[in-house]
DNA sequence: AAGTCAACTTTACACTGTGTAAAGTTTTTA
DNA sequence: TAAAAACTTTACACAGTGTAAAGTTGACTT
């Protein structure tokens, strides 16, 4: 095949940039380090890609493709009862935070200096909300939105509490449980979205 | 005086990083650029602060000195009743993000490559969680706390509700009012945080 | 089987920013 | 007026990004 080798060598430095964004030190996902990891020259990164910030977009497309996360977000879709689809929802996503975090902190890092990053970035947060507005209409369909909130507000407000930086803060930095973060976020959503019923 | 000399150049030195972080130009907060905006020497900067995280860290005091912080949650602090003082509590904070979001947003930037900022961030936002902890007590003492949540959840839950990012995130991502997110805000966190009386 | 081409390696360098060191100058204070 | 403190100048060590160029390897052509 034509380009196997070189394909084969991109994906180890693919390979290399994701396992090393897990580990959770960033100052460590650097060229020589991910060359090394890779098992390749820095050099040779740099054939494969131009920049660190080309690099650091093209390992959250990777892992995307490798975790194919449409399918996670199956049984959120398939939910037709509001509130159940508002729970699926939130589970879901809470369920996959810790799994892209790793990416999504060094974007979010770079969001700042590299306007690639950033599209990258806001790309992600934008198919987010989308799903936060999906399930926000089919709260309101069954009439169990509140009536103090639009659906445009109740989307942004929804979006807000699912931030990555919320997770980030409680659960990394106040040593929560994941399973405590979902029940409070569920239990939040619903206090915060759901019309109080008599 | 023995160091009025002294003070002048660190009071220069302060107010030139000031000026650079509120720029929004985060790239340019380097000691190279502070000391020529403060018009000293680059080693004069570090003559008075030994490294560039203690002078972030030390500009991040001086704002609160010169903004008079204590002066604004002074209303808080006077709230005896529970959820009165959370809400006067919200509010000033609120209204405090727009005055210190350029340097927030700066260090937040700046957290993610230099620990020289993230630790000045991290003093920031642990005063803000002292805060936090003695609202939700004078929540707790008037037995007004929601009881499915500890002390310790319940403070933690409220500094997350009020960080930097879900505002930044509403208010100028959603483009809410400062009025609109200052309700919403008040009102969830009565919702998430408040015993629900019969 | 020899040649070619792409992928990769090695070495070296330019550049930016942090922090240290030391010698020299000015200003303050005693 | 002499000592001490504050500040300047120059120079260097170090880490990381990105560029440049010459050399190596292996696979695919002809």
Redesign the interface.
């Known amino acids: 095949m034509m380009s196997s080798k070189k394909d084969e060598t991109q994906s180890k430095i693919l390979e290399a940039t994701w396992k090393l964004l897990e580990s959770g030190d960033?100052?460590s996902v650097h060229m020589a380090h991910i060359a090394k990891k890779a098992g390749v020259s820095r050099q040779a990164v740099y054939l494969h890609f131009k920049t660190r910030a080309e690099l650091l977009n093209a390992t959250t497309r990777y892992i995307d493709t490798v975790k194919d996360v449409d399918l996670r977000f199956g049984p959120t879709r398939e939910a037709t009862e509001g509130i159940d689809r508002l729970e699926k929802f939130i589970s879901a996503w809470v369920d996959y935070i810790p799994e892209i975090y790793g990416v999504a902190?060094?974007l979010?890092?770079l969001?700042?200096?590299d306007e690639a990053a950033r599209d990258a970035w806001d790309d992600r947060l934008n198919s987010l909300k989308s799903g936060c507005d999906k399930t926000i209409k089919a709260l309101k369909k069954d009439g169990e939105l509140t009536e103090?909130l639009s659906v445009s507000?109740a989307t942004?407000?929804l979006?807000?509490l699912i931030?990555i930086?919320?997770w980030e803060?409680?659960v990394l930095g106040?040593k929560?449980s994941q399973k405590?973060y979902k029940d409070?976020l569920i239990?939040?959503a619903k206090?915060?979205l759901v019309n109080i019923k008599v």
């Open positions: 960033y100052q902190r060094a979010i890092a969001r700042d200096t103090t507000k942004d407000a979006w807000a931030s930086h919320s803060q409680l106040c929560w405590q409070y239990a939040s206090k915060i």
